[in-house]
């Protein structure tokens, strides 16, 4: 966490509702504008680090069944990590959050349940 390392991006596909695929995990709803989603769908896709052709490519199996780990831009240490990087996603999105000030998932969820009320 302390020394930058190389940026990857977990993408899990779900066939279900997320409260129903991760049933012990806390899932809070936000609603986001056409423009927001098209928004975040951008940041998203300029996260991904791409090859000579353009496309990205699958850096190792994920943490489930259903996911995979890309190779991504930046690097990854102690203040741009996976709660920075959803922060500054849903700033992109137009949704009121301070991203600089996210480092903890602790940070991160009381934001997005901030902003859910």
Same mark, same amino acid.
């Given at each position: 966490a302390l020394r930058p390392t190389p940026s990857v991006i977990h993408v899990t596909g779900l066939s279900s509702h997320p409260r129903d695929a991760f049933p012990k995990d806390e899932v809070v709803a936000l609603t986001l504008s056409?423009? #927001?989603?098209?928004? @975040? *769908?951008?940041?998203? %896709?300029?996260?991904?680090? /791409?090859?000579?052709?353009?496309?990205?490519?699958?850096?190792?199996?994920?943490?489930?069944?259903?996911?995979?780990?890309?190779?991504?831009t #930046?690097?990854?240490? @102690? *203040?741009?990590?996976? %709660?920075?990087?959803?922060? /500054?996603?849903?700033?992109a999105a137009g949704l009121p959050i301070e991203p600089d000030r996210i480092f903890r998932a602790q940070g991160l969820m009381a934001a997005v349940r901030e902003i859910a009320k």
């Open positions: 056409d423009d #927001g989603f098209r928004k @975040l *769908l951008a940041f998203i %896709n300029a996260t991904f680090q /791409r090859d000579a052709s353009g496309r990205v490519t699958v850096y190792a199996p994920g943490l489930h069944t259903f996911s995979k780990f890309y190779r991504a #930046g690097e990854f240490h @102690l *203040l741009n990590n996976c %709660n920075s990087w959803t922060a /500054r996603g849903l700033a």
